[in-house]
Structures are given as structure tokens and as C-alpha cells.
């Protein structure tokens, strides 16, 4: 389908709601089952939404904010605010209600959309930082405190009440007024460092990163399902899963919750789904401990058939040789191990889409050989996001794929990637310093350090600001040495810090699972994890994990010290942004005793530095 002929978004909808009108647009789940909208019922519920909101007064380039998870309320409210003028504004429902209330007040909101009573609650106690706020809207049923009243989304849609053929007509007219050069929404950078900046995306700057990401795929099948779990408020599952189903009359169905991701999928089935690399990180660890639990034999079949495996995609997919008889045993072991792995995900997946961070080669590779493609893609909210994806035909483990159509690329003296295309945002709203900041001679500057090889492949290297320079000089990028730690089976995350320092250090979360187990086969006593983690047997397999990878760096990038924190880094705790990146200088500043502790030593190789701060039950 052509996204490029239309002016917006809300005006493709209105044409799917004839041409796809009894097929399945949206799945939700509610009360342990799900259900579902066609394109015409969806339509509808949107055009009851924009029929309210014009009767409270919305005029065209109000901001409305939507405070809220994914779920079919926000979707309607998408629609249903660009179709009446307005500019949706999300906000990530892991924010606190001080970070709402600075997003309210910068762009201007008057009206805000939300989920549950926890996020009003939120709203609640900042209530009188947020005077600019004169109208509540609720996706459920509940009571509010008098002094900051809470009506619901079908309250305000009148759901009861038919759509007249005047007001739908009034309505549809707002539609056709909307140009592509209109601004579709704001979204505010999750922020990991300073105040989140309002990036200001045109109707054009979407649909097009749309129309040429679906593109890039090879476009979409007729029965094509997304199942949605990554937060609507992010461009990424916006732009990639959200408005690429939408737009193409496809099916999309919203996961009950992040936890719940595994078991929706065996539910839906879905064929593709937009993640980030810290699903296919804890996919990777879970499948090697199941197969840990494993008899001797199957254990040993598991691990031949991954070694086919790769082999096999690396011929058909890299080196394009012909597979010959490997084709033969990869069937057979795709028949004895892999479909069995892949129906625990439905069995369907066609194709997953990985963004927002880098994801180690060896996953990506494992992925693939599993018969599950994960089309590595680049981009920031403010390319729409998509400025680089891989596909069937053109993909590099490493790489981050090839530049989109009408994109142009060029990398910078200092080694920055440099943007142009329909794609590049117009701004940051309200902000003409950062905006100007942002470019340099009409190219948008990423903040990534990048290669480009000779057939156009792209390679992240790190972002700009986070490459470490040692006392000694040398530039290490913090998170290919990141990725390699994580592939241990011990160790759930890695963060490793050294910057204007004489070598490099690592904070470790640990696999729980996994120590726990070797905890009982070690005959290892301890009351809790957090006495777990300061035995010296634990101190002792760590030095050992870390001192096999730094067999294979030069020297200067080895891992000299290290400390074990007990608990994941997290969301709720400070440390990770909502799309799941590290937050570096929270977490610097939360272990900042640790950290500093690990340079005060006087001994050579490794040190287990066991501090109270990371054992104390937070």
C-alpha cells in the first residue's frame, strides 16, 4: 500500500474503515480474555472520541497528553485526537507524576488521557503544579477527589449516542484538513541525562519512516498479526508496530503487560513484533538454562544443532553459498529442536525487529538460527524513527542493516553519524538553542559514533558522549565490552565505567537462576541473595568469568575490578530509561561509594568489593 498519497494518518484510517471494514484491526485483553475491533468498529469509536473532544472545546494544535500503558483507550485516543485537530502528546507510564507535570506544562496540555487510578493518583500529587490541567479523561471507572474531577472515555465519546451523518461529516472534514506538513505529535526524550526534550514529528516525517520501513521488510502478508508490548509512548513501537499494522490493515494485539509477554504470545501467535535487545538477551539465557537442566544426550543435541544452525545461516544469509547438504541436516534438526523452541512463541514469528540499543552478534546469530529473523534496525525519536534496517537479503549479524530509501548518510571527521530525510524531525518544541544543536549544515547530528563498510552496511559503535577516553588515552566503546559480559551465563547485566580512570571497572547483576544453582551444587549456605552474592566461592567464580574475557582484549580494555549488586538494575529504581537503556550517570551516582571504592585499591588483577551499599534491601 502506498502511505506517500495520503496527507496524515487519521485519513489513511478513514479509508481502511471501508476497505478493510470487517477485519480484525485491534486485540486487547480484558478480564483474562481477549477481544476485539474491526476497522469500521475501531473507526467509529475514534470518531465518537473526536466528536467529544471538539465539544469540549479542542481546537486544531491543542496538545493533549496520554498518560497510560498500551491498550486499545490509547490507540482511540491517538486517532481520536488527531482526527479533531489536536496533538497527541504520550507520556511513558513508568513516569513519575513530577515528570508528567514537566511535560504538561512545557507543551501546554489542557487535557490529559490516563489509565488506571494509580496514574491519577500520580497526577493527583502534583495537582497544584499542573494548574494548565482542565479536563481528566479515564480509560477506567473510578473515583476522584472532587477538587481535580476524572470522566471517562466513553463518557466523553458518548458511546451510547449513534454518530449523526452531520457530525461524522464535521469530523471527516477536520481529517481532510490535515496536511502532511501538520505536526503529528511531540514526544519527549526518556532522558538519559537532563530534562527530556519535546521532539516535535510531522504527519510526513511518519508516514513516510512507515511506508519505507514496511518497505524495507518486503512488505506485509495478508494475515499478518503484531503483538505490542514495548510502550506506544516510544516512536519505535509507535512508528514500527502500532502505525506500520494500522496503516496496512493488519492486526495488532496489545500485550496485558511486559511480564506477560511469553505467555500472550503463545496466546496470539503473533508473526512479528517490535522488541528491544533486552527480550532476545533474557530469550538467549533462558532457553541455555533450560537446556543446562537437560539430560547428557538432548543436551548434547541441543548444541549440534545450533552449531548447524549457524553454519547454515551464515551461508544462505552472508556468504549467499549454496547450502547443499547442510540445508538437509538443518531441517532435521530444525525439526527436532528449533520448531519446538519456536512454538513456545506461537510458532508463527516470520520476523522480530530490534531497536533502541545495540544487540550482541552472538544473539542475533542464535536467533536466526533458530528460524526466528531479527532485522537489526537504527534510529532516534527524532528520525521517526527508522534510519537503518536489515532484511532477508541484506543482513550483517553485527550491523544495524542498510540506510532506508531517500535517506542519505555520511559520517563526520570525529567518526558521529550525520541524517538526511523525510524522516528528520522538525525540532525540539519550544527549544531553538537545542534544535540549532542539533544540526550542522542541514544534517541532523545522532550522537553515534558509526562505520559504514563498502556495501553500505551500517555499524553502531556507541553513542558519542558514553565512549570512554582512559588516562591513558585510549577510547574504548563501553558497550560491545557490555554485550560480551552479558553473554555470560552468570551474569544478567553489565555496566562497565572508566572514564579519565587508569583502567576499567564493572557493576554485575547477577543470573539468579542460574547461581542459585550452582549455589546448591556448590553446597554454598546463605540466608538470601544478597548474603549469596558476598561469599567468597561467589567472589571467586565471578573473578574466574571475568578473567576468560579478558584473556581476549588488549589490555587496556580488560576488566580490572568489578562489584556484584544483588538486584537487577531497573524502571522502578532508577536506573534504566523506558525503552530499557541504562540511565549511566543515575546508576554512576546511585553507586558512586562502589564505583569509587574499586579505583581506591592497591591490589593487582580482580576484586570482589563487598560494601553494604549493595547488600542493604532497598
Known amino acids: 500500500?502506498?502511505?506517500?498519497?495520503?496527507?496524515?494518518i487519521p485519513a489513511i484510517m478513514k479509508d481502511n474503515a471501508v476497505r478493510y471494514a470487517d477485519r480484525t484491526a485491534i486485540s486487547y485483553k480484558k478480564k483474562g480474555v481477549f477481544l476485539s475491533l474491526t476497522y469500521k468498529e475501531f473507526y467509529e469509536r475514534v470518531l465518537m472520541l473526536a466528536r467529544g473532544l471538539c465539544k469540549v472545546g479542542i481546537k486544531p494544535g491543542d496538545k493533549v497528553a496520554i498518560f497510560s500503558e498500551n491498550r486499545l483507550g490509547w490507540a482511540i485516543s491517538d486517532f481520536g485526537i488527531q482526527s479533531a485537530g489536536g496533538i497527541p502528546v504520550p507520556i511513558y507510564a513508568t513516569n513519575t507524576g513530577a515528570q508528567a507535570a514537566?511535560?504538561?506544562?512545557?507543551?501546554?496540555?489542557?487535557?490529559?488521557?490516563?489509565?488506571?487510578?494509580?496514574?491519577?493518583?500520580?497526577?493527583?500529587?502534583?495537582?497544584?503544579?499542573?494548574?494548565?490541567?482542565?479536563?481528566v479523561i479515564s480509560y477506567e471507572r473510578f473515583m476522584g477527589d472532587r477538587s481535580f474531577p476524572v470522566y471517562t472515555q466513553y463518557?466523553?465519546?458518548?458511546?451510547?449516542?449513534?454518530?449523526?451523518?452531520?457530525?461524522?461529516?464535521?469530523?471527516?472534514?477536520?481529517?481532510?484538513?490535515?496536511?502532511r506538513d501538520d505536526i503529528l505529535t511531540i514526544i519527549y526524550t526518556s532522558g538519559t541525562t537532563g530534562r527530556p526534550k519535546?521532539?516535535?514529528?510531522?504527519?510526513?516525517?511518519?508516514?513516510?519512516?512507515?511506508?519505507?520501513?514496511?518497505?524495507?521488510?518486503?512488505?506485509?502478508?495478508?494475515?499478518?498479526?503484531?503483538?505490542s508490548f514495548l510502550p506506544l509512548s516510544h516512536i519505535l513501537e509507535r512508528t514500527g508496530g502500532y502505525y506500520a499494522s494500522l496503516l496496512s490493515g493488519k492486526h495488532i494485539a496489545f500485550a496485558e503487560d511486559v511480564k506477560t509477554v511469553i505467555e500472550n504470545m503463545s496466546e496470539i501467535r503473533p508473526t512479528f513484533m517490535i522488541c528491544v535487545p533486552r527480550l532476545f538477551e533474557k530469550i538467549y539465557s533462558r532457553i541455555y538454562e533450560s537446556v543446562?537442566?537437560?539430560?547428557?544426550?538432548?543436551?548434547?543435541?541441543?548444541?549440534?544443532?545450533?552449531?548447524?544452525?549457524?553454519?547454515?545461516?551464515?551461508?544462505?544469509?552472508?556468504?549467499?553459498?549454496?547450502?547443499?547438504?547442510?540445508?538437509?541436516?538443518?531441517r532435521f534438526y530444525d525439526s527436532l529442536v528449533f520448531k519446538k523452541i519456536r512454538n513456545r512463541f506461537g510458532g508463527r514469528l516470520r520476523g522480530m525487529i530490534c531497536g533502541g540499543a545495540p544487540l550482541d552478534k552472538t544473539i542475533n546469530e542464535f536467533m536466526w538460527a533458530i528460524g526466528i529473523p531479527v532485522f537489526n534496525g537504527y534510529g532516534l525519536t527524532e528520525t521517526s524513527p527508522v534510519v537503518t534496517l536489515s532484511n532477508l537479503d541484506n543482513v550483517r549479524f553485527d550491523s544495524v542493516g542498510k540506510k532506508i530509501d531517500e535517506t542519505e548518510l555520511k559520517i563526520a571527521a570525529d567518526g558521529e553519524l550525520l541524517v538526511k530525510g523525510p524522516q528528520v524531525m522538525r525540532g525540539y518544541y519550544l527549544n531553538e538553542e537545542k534544535t540549532a544543536e542539533a544540526f550542522e549544515d542541514g544534517w541532523f547530528k545522532t550522537g553515534d559514533v558509526a562505520h559504514i563498510d563498502e556495501q553500505g552496511f551500517v555499524y553502531i559503535v556507541d553513542r558519542k558522549k558514553e565512549i570512554i577516553v582512559t588516562a591513558g588515552g585510549?577510547?574504548?566503546?563501553?558497550?560491545?565490552?557490555?554485550?560480551?559480559?552479558?553473554?555470560?551465563?552468570?551474569?544478567?547485566?553489565?555496566?562497565?565505567?572508566?572514564?579519565?580512570?587508569?583502567?576499567?571497572?564493572?557493576?554485575?547483576?547477577?543470573n539468579l537462576e542460574r547461581l542459585i544453582d550452582f549455589a546448591r551444587e556448590e553446597h554454598i549456605d546463605y540466608i538470601d541473595t544478597y548474603e549469596l552474592v558476598k561469599s567468597k566461592r561467589i567472589t571467586d567464580l565471578y573473578e574466574q568469568r571475568i578473567a576468560e574475557l579478558n584473556r581476549n582484549l588488549p589490555s587496556y580494555s580488560t576488566i580490572k575490578y568489578f562489584a556484584l549488586i544483588p538486584v537487577d538494575f531497573s524502571i522502578s529504581g532508577g536506573e534504566l530509561t523506558p525503552t530499557l537503556k541504562f540511565k549511566r550517570k543515575e546508576i554512576y551516582n546511585k553507586y558512586k561509594t562502589i564505583v569509587d571504592e574499586l579505583y581506591m585499591s592497591k591490589e593487582n588483577g580482580l576484586v570482589f568489593k563487598n560494601r553494604a551499599e549493595n547488600g542493604e534491601r532497598q
Open 292 to 330: 543446562h537442566q537437560m539430560r547428557p544426550f538432548r543436551r548434547s543435541l541441543f548444541h549440534q544443532a545450533v552449531k548447524i544452525g549457524r553454519e547454515y545461516v551464515n551461508k544462505k544469509y552472508i556468504t549467499r553459498e549454496p547450502v547443499g547438504f547442510l540445508g538437509v541436516k538443518y
Open 1 to 8: 500500500m502506498d502511505f506517500l498519497s495520503y496527507q496524515s
Open 198 to 227: 519535546g521532539v516535535v514529528l510531522t504527519q510526513y516525517n511518519v508516514i513516510s519512516n512507515t511506508h519505507y520501513g514496511v518497505n524495507r521488510i518486503g512488505g506485509l502478508d495478508k494475515g499478518e498479526t503484531f503483538l
Open 474 to 510: 585510549k577510547n574504548i566503546a563501553p558497550q560491545p565490552l557490555e554485550n560480551e559480559l552479558k553473554l555470560d551465563k552468570y551474569i544478567s547485566q553489565a555496566i562497565v565505567f572508566g572514564d579519565r580512570k587508569p583502567y576499567l571497572v564493572a557493576l554485575l547483576t547477577p
Open 155 to 179: 463518557q466523553l465519546s458518548e458511546v451510547s449516542t449513534p454518530l449523526s451523518d452531520e457530525e461524522q461529516q464535521q469530523i471527516e472534514d477536520k481529517i481532510a484538513g490535515i496536511t
Open 102 to 135: 514537566y511535560i504538561l506544562n512545557h507543551c501546554g496540555a489542557k487535557i490529559i488521557f490516563l489509565s488506571t487510578k494509580g496514574q491519577y493518583e500520580k497526577l493527583l500529587e502534583v495537582r497544584d503544579e499542573i494548574p494548565g490541567i482542565e479536563l
